[in-house]
């Protein structure tokens, strides 16, 4: 369990076993780069300190400085960037299947009640559970929104666990509802920004919510409070636009809080004057397609949004969206435009790609460091085997439409974070799942107790 480790020692188990590792070279490869590059073909990448090096037919490590390396046979894969998920609620993870079932159960006041009982135990469980299970569909980066910060226990039990799992990513910090009951710890927030180290793979940002009553002037007082310290501290916002999409989103664009850096989240019916005002903003947009069709939030039309430069495709969390399946998530995004346009040819498999990978970056503002493969960024990538029995049939043409229609999080052989082998041959690096299963289950039942148990 991780919740009794403390800040110092969370920064230590981020950097553990990162130092004197050999570089990597991964070999022969269908590289799919995600840049104006293109697609390479019998092609090497190699990764050393984090970082990609080189990309290359027949490189030779040694002319880049390189004596020691392990090397990754990637004939038969494609090799293309980690995917980017823009927006989830890992702390959710342990709920999967207790919403939506045949008594008629909602996902927020199921997930209301058991997050208010949830231990800090709890979350570090969750979190790490579910980020594990990003990074084994081949996810590389998440921008969680904990809404559920309890205590401030319960932050550092979430940020341990990102770090421990390996991710790269942010966790949003954030209160419990869109009241003033429960406000939040701005001053924990700063001292644990401040704790962070530049550059470190799991940063920080601000989980914010807009007030239910908007004509309420002491809520946006502590609105008003949170938006300024992220500022601030220079963290990213993320912001959900639903419920009232249209009445939420205009107060964004009339109290002036769009900017660079903050992400607003499930804008599935913004009109196209609020998009525009979001894009002239440098804002960006996160959609989630399995959630938002989930929960009834309006179809994930993305036709709708190409005007948006900076946008990307998010889970949503592992147990809304059923799975922590990017693969899943295109395909639905792709049925859906393909449906509403009633024609066949409406999406480029490509896009969907670009979306969950240098598009998602782009959402972040992350697009300098990962999404793509260049000599120069970090080295987060993720190798697709394609000998599956339902890959099958494939002649070699351009494995886009593979892979967003017919590729599986199983299919993800390979996944490195940061220069660090993470899953290797299918199965994930140093982690007991059986151990894992098990804490996992067990948690989910005391969770429910909980709940369940009169005051």
């Given at each position: 369990?991780?919740?009794?480790?403390?800040l110092?020692?969370?920064?230590?188990?981020?950097?553990?076993?990162?130092?004197?590792?050999?570089?990597?070279?991964?070999?022969?490869?269908?590289?799919?780069?995600?840049t104006?590059?293109?697609?390479?073909?019998?092609?090497?990448?190699?990764?050393?300190?984090?970082?990609?090096?080189?990309?290359?037919?027949?490189?030779?490590?040694?002319?880049?400085?390189?004596?020691?390396?392990?090397?990754?046979d990637?004939?038969?894969?494609?090799?293309?960037?980690?995917?980017?998920?823009?927006?989830?609620?890992?702390?959710?993870?342990?709920?999967?299947?207790?919403?939506?079932?045949?008594?008629?159960?909602?996902?927020?006041?199921?997930?209301?009640?058991?997050?208010?009982?949830?231990?800090?135990?709890?979350?570090?469980?969750?979190?790490?559970?579910?980020?594990?299970?990003?990074?084994?569909?081949g996810?590389?980066?998440?921008?969680?929104?904990?809404?559920?910060?309890?205590?401030?226990?319960?932050?550092?039990?979430?940020?341990?666990?990102l770090d421990?799992?390996?991710?790269?990513?942010?966790?949003?910090?954030?209160?419990?509802?869109?009241?003033?009951?429960?406000?939040?710890?701005?001053?924990?927030?700063?001292?644990?920004?401040?704790?962070?180290?530049?550059?470190?793979?799991?940063?920080?940002?601000?989980?914010?919510?807009?007030?239910?009553?908007?004509?309420?002037?002491?809520?946006?007082?502590?609105?008003?409070?949170e938006?300024?310290?992220?500022?601030?501290?220079?963290?990213?916002?993320?912001?959900?636009?639903?419920?009232?999409?249209?009445?939420?989103?205009?107060?964004?664009?009339?109290?002036?809080?769009?900017?660079?850096?903050?992400?607003?989240?499930?804008?599935?019916?913004?009109?196209?004057r609020?998009?525009?005002?979001?894009?002239?903003?440098?804002?960006?947009?996160?959609?989630?397609?399995?959630?938002?069709?989930?929960?009834?939030?309006?179809?994930?039309?993305?036709?709708?949004?190409?005007?948006?430069?900076?946008?990307g495709?998010?889970?949503?969390?592992?147990?809304?969206?059923?799975?922590?399946?990017?693969?899943?998530?295109?395909?639905?995004?792709?049925?859906?435009?393909?449906?509403?346009?009633?024609?066949?040819?409406?999406?480029?498999?490509?896009?969907?790609?670009?979306?969950?990978?240098?598009?998602?970056a782009?959402?972040?503002?992350?697009?300098?460091?990962?999404?793509?493969?260049?000599?120069?960024?970090?080295?987060?990538?993720?190798?697709?085997?394609?000998?599956a029995?339902?890959?099958?049939?494939?002649?070699?043409?351009?494995?886009?439409?593979?892979?967003?229609?017919?590729?599986?999080?199983?299919?993800?052989?390979?996944?490195?974070?940061?220069?660090?082998?993470?899953?290797?041959?299918?199965?994930?690096?140093?982690?007991?799942?059986?151990a894992?299963?098990?804490?996992?289950?067990?948690?989910?039942?005391?969770?429910?107790?909980?709940?369940?148990?009169?005051?």
């Open positions: 369990m991780l919740v009794g480790v403390s110092a020692t969370s920064a230590t188990l981020a950097c553990a076993g990162e130092v004197d590792r050999p570089a990597l070279l991964i070999e022969s490869a269908h590289v799919m780069t995600m104006s590059e293109g697609d390479l073909a019998d092609t090497d990448v190699l990764l050393r300190d984090g970082h990609i090096v080189a990309i290359g037919r027949d490189l030779d490590p040694a002319t880049h400085g390189v004596s020691r390396v392990e090397r990754i990637a004939r038969g894969h494609v090799v293309l960037p980690g995917f980017v998920d823009t927006h989830s609620h890992l702390w959710t993870t342990t709920m999967r299947g207790r919403f939506g079932g045949t008594d008629g159960t909602r996902f927020f006041p199921v997930s209301t009640a058991l997050g208010a009982v949830m231990t800090a135990g709890d979350i570090g469980i969750a979190m790490r559970l579910g980020a594990l299970e990003l990074i084994d569909g996810i590389t980066t998440t921008a969680d929104f904990f809404d559920n910060v309890l205590t401030p226990a319960h932050a550092e039990a979430g940020l341990t666990a421990a799992s390996g991710i790269r990513g942010r966790l949003h910090y954030g209160g419990r509802d869109r009241s003033t009951r429960y406000p939040i710890d701005l001053d924990h927030l700063g001292r644990l920004a401040e704790a962070r180290a530049p550059g470190s793979r799991v940063g920080l940002g601000l989980a914010w919510r807009l007030p239910r009553d908007r004509d309420d002037p002491a809520n946006w007082a502590v609105r008003q409070r938006y300024d310290a992220a500022r601030r501290l220079g963290l990213p916002v993320q912001v959900h636009v639903s419920g009232e999409p249209g009445p939420m989103f205009d107060a964004l664009i009339e109290r002036d809080y769009l900017a660079p850096g903050v992400e607003v989240v499930h804008a599935t019916d913004a009109t196209p609020q998009l525009a005002a979001l894009d002239a903003a440098g804002a960006s947009l996160s959609l989630t397609p399995i959630s938002e069709h989930r929960v009834g939030y309006g179809l994930t039309r993305l036709a709708a949004f190409s005007g948006v430069d900076r946008q495709l998010g889970i949503d969390g592992n147990a809304l969206a059923g799975s922590a399946d990017m693969f899943a998530t295109m395909r639905l995004a792709a049925l859906t435009w393909t449906g509403d346009a009633r024609e066949e040819t409406a999406v480029q498999p490509r896009r969907l790609l670009e979306l969950a990978t240098v598009g998602g782009r959402a972040l503002r992350m697009e300098d460091a990962i999404g793509s493969l260049a000599p120069g960024l970090r080295a987060d990538v993720q190798l697709v085997r394609l000998d029995l339902h890959l099958a049939g494939h002649a070699g043409e351009d494995p886009a439409s593979l892979l967003v229609w017919s590729a599986r999080p199983s299919d993800v052989a390979t996944v490195i974070v940061d220069g660090i082998v993470r899953k290797r041959d299918g199965v994930l690096v140093d982690v007991d799942l059986p894992l299963v098990r804490e996992a289950n067990a948690s989910a039942a005391a969770i429910r107790s909980r709940a369940q148990a009169p005051d």
